[in-house]
């Protein structure tokens, strides 16, 4: 019985440190990318800043909740009871670093082919309902410039995509 519990003892503790070292491994992809898109530079002392993330579709617990700038977006999803069965992982990073307020929206599962905002051509690119061959280039130009996308939503930042293009193809793309 003791070697049960000192084997059950020693995985739960490397599942502990296997997720630590994850979330390590992401705070240092994330500090090499940094340099790549100016607006979200984070300081020390903006760690103590609290920061309000709105997630809605695939959580168990929809809502608005509060936690600290630098927090991961696993945090949040913890808080809002985690995901559904039908969320579509491929949409979202779990260890995206929250550095000012955002709404995420966690999009189900679908048997249509998403198409990956990073990874997309123009063509792809212009598949998707309202978006055509000059708002196409802007997508690609957005992704050059700040390296890549990391949330649905900051499509939003990209000229001419507005909420309800957003709201059109939400559920057909990825990251």
């Given amino acids: 019985m003791k070697t049960i519990i000192g084997v059950i003892f ?3 503790a490397i599942l502990i440190g296997m997720t630590e070292l994850e979330k390590d491994r992401a705070l240092f992809y994330h500090s090499l990318n940094a340099d790549s898109y100016e607006n979200n530079k984070t300081t020390i002392s903006d760690y103590d800043t609290i920061v309000t993330v709105t997630i809605s579709g695939e959580v168990n ?3 608005t909740y509060s936690m600290n ?13 985690g ?9 979202f990073d779990f260890y995206l670093v929250v550095e000012k307020s955002l709404s995420i929206y966690i999009p189900p599962i679908t048997s ?3 198409i990956s905002l990073n990874d997309a051509s123009l063509d792809e690119l212009c598949t998707l309902n309202g978006i055509g061959k000059v708002i196409g280039n802007k997508i690609i130009d957005y992704r050059k410039e700040n390296y890549k996308f990391y949330y649905l939503e900051q499509l939003l930042e990209v000229e001419g995509v ?14």
């Fill in 61 to 63: 617990k929809p809502g």
């Fill in 162 to 175: 507005g909420k309800s293009v957003f709201y059109k193809i939400r559920d057909n793309i990825c990251l």
């Fill in 69 to 81: 700038c630098g927090n991961f977006l696993t945090d949040i999803i913890e808080k809002a009871g």
């Fill in 10 to 12: 020693l995985i739960f």
């Fill in 83 to 91: 995901i559904t069965s039908n969320a579509d992982i491929d949409c």
């Fill in 112 to 114: 249509e082919e998403k």
